[in-house]
Nanobody, 119 residues
């Protein structure tokens, strides 16, 4: 069973930067079609932050455009999220996701990593 393992969360001040990393332990037999990051803020539903396809097509939520950058290593089945100019509203638990379709039933989820941006 492939598992996604996240790292890189933490506490940062407004305007700071963080990099989240996700790796597929016991890597898949072939690359995931799409990998991405979702965020769940307290009291809110989980929402897409950014995703990237196997051929490098990226999609960003409006909230992160111009501040966040997603990248992936196809060979090693890893995906990183570089977050800059962080705001308190970026606070939440960030989840790595991978599969044929982003966030779809049956896709893989990591355990989540907490990101807290202090004002």
């Amino acid at each position: 069973q492939v598992q996604l393992v996240e790292s890189g969360g933490g506490l940062v001040q407004t305007g700071g930067s963080l990099r989240l990393s996700c790796a597929a332990a016991s890597g898949p037999s072939r690359p995931f079609n799409v990998m991405g990051w979702y965020r769940q803020a307290p009291g809110k539903q989980r929402e897409l932050v950014a995703k990237i396809t196997r051929i490098g097509i990226t999609t960003y939520a409006d909230s992160g455009k111009g501040r966040f950058f997603i990248s992936r290593d196809i060979v090693n089945s890893t995906v990183d999220l570089h977050m800059n100019s962080l705001k308190p509203e970026d606070t939440g638990v960030y989840y790595c996701n991978a599969g044929p379709v982003a966030g779809a039933p049956g896709s893989l989820w990591g355990q989540g990593t907490q990101v807290t941006v202090s004002s």
